[in-house]
């Protein structure tokens, strides 16, 4: 997502299998099924030659559709739902977590390790599939003729992006292939969300502080049934098939 400063795990870089490439941090997602709005969340760090837990698991919110595979560095699947625009549905791959975003300046977000962006009133991320900027974060004031009448303003009322990680989804952009995912702040316990996955502040803010730009971060966010399928082609952790 976007032409902000961040690390990138290219696709290109990806080959085959290897889907983790270089990353020495995953933050897994398992889900009951395709059409789960709920599940939980744990951090892995690798110990060479294995991954080993860094959090216990803790409880995530999902799209209010459930998930669908969405566009990131893993092989595409033919069965299983793919993610659209507006389908409600949060992304189901392995995603490269780029950078974090959030409302406070970056002297108030103490030791964080990654890339991060202070979001302002012109901030918008645009989910126009129309638009030559579409699933890319952009400043309105630095765009000379804006082509989008429909985005997000990332300096929205309410708590949800007061912290968030950009999920590296859908890129190169494909219209329609869905736009604007993120890690961010649930509005509620358990309230669902449009495509994206939410958690409690004090979890976001415990990921946050964990992620090391230098460890190439990434999302592994799957049904347990696809999880234990991948697992061991694409390198991933053991993981508990029970919700905590």
Request: hydrophobic fraction near 40%; charged fraction near 20%; include cysteine.
């Amino acid at each position: 997502m976007q032409s902000v400063p961040a690390q990138q795990v290219g696709r290109d870089s990806v080959q085959g299998m290897d889907v983790l490439g270089l990353s020495r941090q995953l933050v897994v997602v398992v889900c009951d099924n395709w059409d789960a709005t709920n599940g939980w969340l744990q951090r892995f760090e690798l110990e060479e030659p294995a991954w080993k837990p860094a959090a216990p698991p803790t409880r995530v919110s999902l799209g209010r559709n459930g998930i669908a595979w969405g566009r990131g560095l893993h092989p595409m699947p033919q069965e299983g739902p793919q993610k659209q625009e507006g389908d409600g549905r949060s992304p189901a791959g392995v995603f490269a977590l780029p950078y974090v975003f959030g409302k406070a300046t970056l002297d108030a977000v103490k030791g964080i390790r990654m890339p991060y962006v202070q979001c302002t009133g012109s901030l918008e991320c645009v989910d126009d599939v129309k638009s030559t900027y579409y699933n890319q974060i952009v400043d309105r004031t630095n765009v000379s003729e804006p082509d989008w009448r429909s985005f997000e303003n990332m300096l929205s009322p309410g708590e949800e992006y007061r912290l968030g990680v950009v999920v590296e989804h859908n890129l190169p952009p494909k219209a329609g292939g869905g736009s604007c995912i993120f890690l961010h702040v649930w509005a509620a316990p358990g309230h669902t969300t449009s495509g994206c996955t939410a958690m409690a502040l004090p979890d976001l803010e415990a990921l946050v502080a964990w992620m090391d730009h230098e460890a190439l971060p990434l999302l592994v966010q799957l049904p347990k049934t696809e999880y234990a399928r991948f697992q061991r082609a694409w390198r991933l952790p053991v993981v508990s098939t029970n919700s905590p």
